[in-house]
Structures are given as C-alpha cells and as structure tokens.
C-alpha cells in the first residue's frame, strides 16, 4: 500500500519497495554504506528517516538530503 516499506532481496541486492503518490519505488535497501536496513524506517512527505541512524533520504530520487553521502540508487 501507498507509504509501506517492504524489503525485498533482488538476487545478493537487498532492495526496499515503496509506492509513492501510486508509482511504485524501488531502491538499494540500506543507509549509506552501511549493511544496516532501512525498511524499519519512517517515512513522511517522501523522505524516509532511517531509523538506525537518522540520516534522510528523498525517496522520489533517493539523494540523502540531511547532509552529503552516499544515496539509494
């Protein structure tokens, strides 16, 4: 459903599905260059919050926008 995380794993790819104002989403299912997941995130106004950490990420082009690092895509 619209705002759901599911993770998913696209052959050794951990990918993290969403959909989003109804397109579905499909992005690399962790926080920067950790292997930590971030289907236990909150997700508002298409930012995902991970939920280890903090760090944000902008679901529409998967650019962290809480400061410079490494994205989701």
């Known amino acids: 459903g619209e ?11 951990p990918v993290l ?3 989003l104002d109804g397109a579905l ?7 920067g260059d950790s292997p930590l ?3 236990f995130g909150t ?8 939920s280890w950490h903090g760090c944000r990420y902008d679901l529409r082009s998967g650019a962290r926008v809480d400061r410079p690092g490494p994205g989701l895509v």
């Open 43 to 50: 997700l508002a106004d298409g930012v995902l919050t991970c």
């Open 25 to 31: 989403i499909a992005l690399r299912n962790r926080c």
């Open 3 to 13: 705002g759901q995380l599911v993770a998913v794993a696209a052959g050794d790819e």
């Open 37 to 39: 997941p971030l289907q």
């Open 17 to 19: 599905l969403t959909r």
